[in-house]
T-cell receptor
Framework: GENVEQHPSTLSVQEGDSAVIKCTYS??????FPWYKQELGKRPQLIID?????GEKKDQRIAVTLNKTAKHFSLHITETQPEDSAVYFCAAPPGAGSYQLTFGKGTKLSVIP | DVKVTQSSRYLVKRTGEKVFLECVQD?????MFWYRQDPGLGLRLIYFSYDVKMKEKGDIPEGYSVSREKKERFSLILESASTNQTSMYLC???????????????FGDGTRLSIL
């Protein structure tokens, strides 16, 4: 099955700085890569996703990049704000056309005012 | 907006009891999932279903079963609860079949289950 590794497990940044979270996956046929944000006590919510036919996608302060050759994808948050503090999860399906997602273990991001 | 509703936010049960966790989605999604979330382990898939009465094992199905009698409802069953099943349980649903199966999953608020 798919193996998704996520780093770092914890990340502290000063408000206004950038944050980068990286994930690697094992199945070269995987073609969909979502990122979820989970605030304390709340449900995981999709913040951005990318498909394997593009290398980068941006939504305001959030961007995701995908390197299919190296089998890794990254979440970039610019101009961080205290409300960005949360646990972030990456995920990938075990191959193309799969209903499932395998999640990384999560990154706890703390933005220090 | 997609709504995934889990029947309980908090539940306390005793060892050996049969426990039912219920999940309902209102978007006519084909696919439904049950995960458990434990600190440092992320979200681990227990079971999923891609159609009514269909089910597939996930990564950690031991000690659990599921039921999907109607498209909108997916139940997780702990046949004989044990203390190592104390956890946060999350239900999710997604649209899509076949070549369109890779779609975002929408989560419920979770049920924090304690087994004493």
């Amino acid at each position: 099955g798919e193996n998704v590794e996520q780093h770092p497990s914890t990340l502290s940044v000063q408000e206004g700085d950038s944050a980068v979270i990286k994930c690697t996956y094992s199945d070269s046929a995987s073609n969909y890569f979502p990122w979820y944000k989970q605030e304390l006590g709340k449900r995981p919510q999709l913040i951005i996703d990318i498909r394997s036919n593009v290398g980068e996608k941006k939504d305001q302060r959030i961007a995701v990049t995908l390197n299919k050759t190296a089998k890794h994808f990254s979440l970039h948050i610019t101009e961080t704000q205290p409300e960005d503090s949360a646990v972030y999860f990456c995920a990938a399906p075990p191959g193309a056309g799969s209903y499932q997602l395998t999640f990384g273990k999560g990154t706890k991001l703390s933005v220090i005012p | 907006d997609v709504k995934v509703t889990q029947s309980s936010r908090y539940l306390v049960k005793r060892t050996g009891e049969k426990v039912f966790l219920e999940c309902v989605q209102d978007m006519d999604h084909e696919n439904m999932f049950w995960y458990r979330q434990d600190p440092g382990l992320g979200l681990r898939l227990i079971y999923f279903s891609y159609d009514v009465k269909m089910k597939e094992k996930g990564d950690i199905p031991e000690g659990y079963s599921v039921s999907r009698e109607k498209k909108e409802r997916f139940s997780l069953i702990l046949e004989s609860a044990s203390t190592n099943q104390t956890s946060m349980y999350l239900c999710a649903s997604s649209y899509g079949t076949g070549e369109y199966s890779n779609q975002p999953q929408h989560f419920g608020d979770g049920t924090r289950l304690s087994i004493l």
